[in-house]
T-cell receptor, first 111, second 113 residues
Framework: DAGVTQSPTHLIKTRGQQVTLRCSPISGHKSVSWYQQVLGQGPQFIFQYYEKEERGRGNFPDRFSARQFPNYSSELNVNALLLGDSALYLC??????????FGSGTRLTVV | DQQVKQNSPSLSVQEGRISILNCDYTNSMFDYFLWYKKYPAEGPTFLISISSIKDKNEDGRFTVFLNKSAKHLSLHIVPSQPGDSAVYFCAASLSFGNEKLTFGTGTRLTIIP
């Protein structure tokens, strides 16, 4: 069974640019969550989507947005990139039984 | 405001011995706790969880203990193996199935052969 897949694995962007990160959940999982992990810190919750509806939002600016598609895949968009947005972005999917499976992440570097 | 704290950034343990990783939390509304293990260049992997109605949960070599009055939980790994070397994160949520997890900053565990 394929796990949670994220693309791309690595990305370099310039300050002020926009970026889109993608996530495909485990087959049958309807919930997707996004986390940001800055070096030396634990992952921080950004968004949760369930059945295409936003179910939760963390303490992130409006430059961060996300959506979920009918096939339950998801995109995370970040506008007007800042150096501080450099991080590992993790996607997790859940089938609702309390188990959250993470992807390997997208490493974003903003220069 | 760090609601979940792992005060030991690193821990070294001899192979075969017990590893004990600790985690403290401040939000008394947290109801469900999880431990994740993370290798470099991989996402966190779920290890074990515990609901606040229990004080212990065991799965093979891994046991999690919860002390609600002290707002403290710990992960015991017995016996420790070289493959256990990784960063361990404690996480908490307001309820089982609530997918907003609040993570600690992690503890790097090194198992010495």
């Amino acid at each position: 069974d394929a796990g949670v897949t994220q693309s791309p694995t690595h990305l370099i962007k310039t300050r002020g640019q926009q970026v889109t990160l993608r996530c495909s959940p485990i087959s049958g999982h309807k919930s997707v969550s996004w986390y940001q992990q800055v070096l030396g810190q634990g992952p921080q919750f950004i968004f949760q989507y369930y059945e295409k509806e936003e179910r939760g939002r963390g303490n992130f600016p409006d430059r961060f947005s996300a959506r979920q598609f009918p096939n339950y895949s998801s995109e995370l968009n970040v506008n007007a990139l800042l150096l501080g947005d450099s991080a590992l972005y993790l996607c997790a999917s859940s089938g609702g039984a309390g188990g959250y499976t993470f992807g390997s992440g997208t490493r974003l570097t903003v220069v | 405001d760090q609601q979940v704290k792992q005060n030991s950034p690193s821990l070294s343990v001899q192979e075969g011995r017990i590893s004990i990783l600790n985690c403290d939390y401040t939000n008394s509304m947290f109801d469900y706790f999880l431990w994740y293990k993370k290798y470099p260049a991989e996402g966190p992997t779920f290890l074990i969880s515990i609901s606040s109605i229990k004080d212990k949960n065991e799965d093979g070599r891994f046991t999690v203990f919860l002390n609600k009055s002290a707002k403290h939980l710990s992960l015991h790994i017995v016996p420790s193996q070289p493959g256990d070397s990784a960063v361990y994160f404690c996480a908490a949520s307001l309820s089982f199935g609530n997918e907003k997890l609040t993570f600690g900053t992690g503890t790097r565990l090194t198992i010495i052969p």
